[in-house]
C-alpha cells in the first residue's frame, strides 16, 4: 500500500537532498518522510471513518442511555466503556462531560469507566496500531484499556467518593441538551465529518511531525537494541518508570505511534512502550487540571493512583503475553 511513498522518500532523500544513502542522516530523513506521509494518511481516514459512525453517538445521546435507572451497575460499567471508545471526546470536553453525567443520576464510578475509557482507548490510536503492529496488538490494546476503564470505575464507585466532587457541581442543572442527531442527512453528515476531520488534524499536526520527528532522529542515530537492557522486559521497573514519565507529557496517540514504534525497533518491550502511550493519553497534565475544578484534590490524587496502576499492571501482563 505505501510502497509509493517509500520509493518518493527515497528519490527525495537521495536524488533531490542528495545525502549519501549509508549515512545516519540519509536513514533518518528518509524515515521522517515516509513516515510523515503515512500517518497523515492513515490519520484522515481513521478518523473520517471513526468520526462518521460517532455521528451517532452524541455525548448527550451517551448520557441518555447510561442515565437509565434499571441498569444493573456492573452492566452499567461496561457499557460506559464500550461507548468511550465511540464518543466524541478531548481533554476541554472532560469537564462538562462529567457535569452533565452528574446531573443526570449516572454513578460517579460509571461516569469514571466512561471518563477512562474516552482517552485511553483512542480511536486513532486503534487504527494505527492496527496498520503498523497488526491485529493481535490492537485487540490486547483494547481490551486492556476498556478493562483498566472498567475496573478503576468499579473501584471508585466502591469507595463512596461522591463527597470529594466540588459540591457546585451538584447544583448544576444542565437540562436536555439532545441534539436531532438522527434528523440529519446523510449528506450533512458527511459534510460535518471532513470538516471536523480537517479541523483535528489542524490541531494534531504539529503533536504528529513532532512525534515522528523524534522517532527519526532515534531511528537514524540510535542503534538497533540500544535501549534493551534500560526499558526491555528484563527491567522490572521499566514500566513504572515508563508510565511515571508519560504522566506529565501532553500529546496525542497520533504523535505517539511513531514512537512506539521506533521504542520497539531500540528494544524496548511492547508493554513498556504501550503503557507510555496509556499514561499520556489517559492521564496527560492539561486533564488532570481541567478535572480539577470539578475533582478535589483526595479524589482526583485516588483517580491517578487507580489508573496509573492499572496502566503498570497492563504493560506487565502486555510483557508477560508477548513473551
Known sequence: MFEPVQKFADIVTYNIFKIPQDSKLASAVNFFIFDTIKIF???FLIV?????????????????????KKQNIFLAHILAALLGIVTPFCSCSAVPLFIGFVEAGIPL????????????????????????????????????????????G??????????????????IKVGNLQIAEDKKSL??????????????????WVFVVVGIGIGAFLHG??????????AGKNNPFAVIFATALGIPLYSNAAGIIPLVSEF????????????FMMSVTALSLPEMILLRRVLKPKLLGIFVVIVGCGIIITGYLFNFILG
Open 41 to 43: 494518511i492513515l490519520l
Open 48 to 68: 473520517f471513518v471513526i468520526t462518521f459512525i460517532r455521528s451517532f453517538f452524541s455525548p448527550e445521546k451517551t448520557r441518555e442511555i447510561l442515565s437509565h
Open 109 to 152: 464510578g460509571v461516569t469514571f469507566s466512561y471518563l477512562i475509557a474516552a482517552p485511553m482507548v483512542n480511536e486513532v490510536a486503534l487504527g494505527l496500531l492496527y496498520a503498523n503492529f497488526g491485529l493481535k496488538i490492537a485487540l490486547i490494546y483494547v481490551l486492556s484499556g476498556e478493562i483498566i476503564a472498567i475496573a478503576s
Open 154 to 171: 468499579i473501584v471508585i464507585g466502591k469507595l463512596k467518593l461522591e463527597k470529594y466532587v466540588e459540591d457546585y457541581v451538584f447544583k
Open 187 to 204: 449528506k450533512q453528515r458527511l459534510k460535518e465529518t471532513l470538516e471536523f476531520t480537517i479541523e483535528l488534524i489542524k490541531k494534531v
Open 221 to 230: 542515530y540510535i542503534p538497533t537494541g540500544a535501549l534493551a537492557k534500560i
Open 264 to 275: 520497539r525497533r531500540l528494544g524496548v518491550s511492547m508493554g513498556t512502550s504501550l503503557s
